[in-house]
DNA sequence: AATTAGAAGTGGACTAGACCACTAATTTGT
DNA sequence: ACAAATTAGTGGTCTAGTCCACTTCTAATT
């Protein structure tokens, strides 16, 4: 009955024990009696102690995949629908997420002084330089948003030579500088599309679009990230995922 | 040095200790040296183990308020800007934490058979009675929102006894029916208000608005409720907070 | 003076137990 | 047959340690 974890390995055992049982919750092996082993049982099962598999199950109830119930057991959640919910990953990531095929038009990449709202959310001094990178993002070949990215310039020497247009910005980041994208801060609002935009995205002008203001911040909370992309809104939906975190 | 904890009462102990560090942190008591005392300083401060810190601390973590550095130690989140972000609470409770006194007008509010698309939301058979609830919400006096709410009927008998002008709709739920909401999902999008939204909100057809979409879960992840609502563009955006929670 | 090795301190992981509050099924008493 | 009390099982909390990987500062060595 004893399972194989990989012991004094890099991986935790706790992860592992998150990991074995996210697999088996995808594989629907909870389904026929819809609640998962006891914390006692998994503990002998995996021949860790019962405090291991609790942090083991902690992890999974965070990610929203089962839910406990006191003095009764612990249960998968049965959402059918596992909708794309807007998270930490870029355009190309989400448009990968949704099966369609993300490329981009770069129209600005160049270094330059910050402006007072990029010097604010960014939180840099004044004088700062800034890489402004001005792109269309397409979507299957189609126009999907207009963006506009600035990234505090000495965190990223020698971006301008990367190539944007194919590469997901996100991925040029973490692959060559060491920096970890930790949690972020977006605000949505409804517009009418500009001229310029509404030209860029092939819209009418007045079209209703949707503005989306991200930072995205390290996990010390030092801000990495400041963009403002401008969705069609026939072409385009966010959707969130809010909980009690606790 | 040691501190008071409630023994033996009905508050954990890890809670306990989360909240009076929540306290400390709020009041810049670490600010000096801008790191929290070790784990092993707290356990003995509080005469628990380090496990219980541990519990504590991560709460804390998981809050965003603090941080950990491996080897180093555990440090205050310095976010300054404290902003409101979008969170399960309801229109009223959003608008309070903005300042604004929030009021209702009902429009509609009646039970009758569920449409399609909001027996998939809340997940009812054919034939299943929904309360429908259609209100214009105010803030200051002044429109801010349409909204149209569905709720199954079977969970919320005599639901129309109360005043839904002056209370807030979620606070009505959770004191006088054994339910709690613990998570949502929410889709956005821009559109152009139509003559009908347009006359309620004063503004004019066509002028864009920002619909929001949401559907609240329980724990066991029953569908509560599902609403509409569709807000003013030149009166309100939609801040989320996007986290790696694990 | 610069480098290196070591010690001290930190959070991360883990153990092997304990007691509690709660639920649900079972047994017992009427 | 019904109701009440018992019991087994669950997750929640907590203890008092251990060992590890890592960072930082210090002291010894070169």
Redesign the interface.
């Given at each position: 009955m004893q399972e194989t974890l990989q012991r004094n390995g890099i991986v935790p055992l706790h992860a592992q024990i998150a990991e074995a049982l996210r697999i088996q919750i995808q594989n629907d092996e909870f389904k026929e009696k819809e609640h998962l082993p006891s914390e006692r049982e998994l503990a002998e099962r995996y021949l860790v102690s019962r405090?291991t598999v609790r942090q083991a199950l902690q992890?999974l109830r965070?990610?929203?995949l089962i839910?406990h119930e006191r003095g009764v057991g612990t249960?998968v959640?049965?959402?059918k629908i596992d909708?794309h919910?807007?998270?930490?990953n870029g355009f190309s990531e989400e448009m990968l997420s949704l099966g369609l095929k993300p490329s981009s038009r770069v129209l600005t990449l160049q270094r330059e002084l910050a402006t007072d709202d990029v010097m604010e959310n960014l939180r840099l001094g004044a004088g700062a330089e800034v890489i402004h990178l001005e792109r269309l993002r397409l979507a299957d070949g189609e126009a999907m948003a207009f963006e506009q990215t600035f990234l505090p310039a000495y965190l990223f020497p020698k971006l301008e030579e990367f190539d944007l247009t194919k590469n997901s910005l996100y991925q040029v980041l973490t692959e060559n500088y060491d920096l970890e994208?930790?949690?972020?801060?977006?605000?949505?609002?409804?517009?009418?599309a500009t001229r310029f935009v509404a030209k860029q995205l092939g819209i009418r002008a007045?079209?209703?679009?949707?503005v989306v203001h991200r930072v995205v911040f390290s996990?010390?909370?030092q801000p990495i990230e400041s963009a403002h992309t401008t969705?069609r809104?026939d072409r385009?939906?966010?959707?969130?995922?809010?909980?009690?975190?606790?």
């Open positions: 405090m992890k965070l990610e929203g839910y249960f959640n049965n959402r909708v919910t807007r998270n930490l994208m930790h949690h972020a801060e977006e605000i949505l609002e409804a517009k009418a007045g079209a209703p679009v949707l996990e010390s909370n969705y809104a385009y939906r966010a959707t969130f995922y809010l909980s009690k975190n606790t």
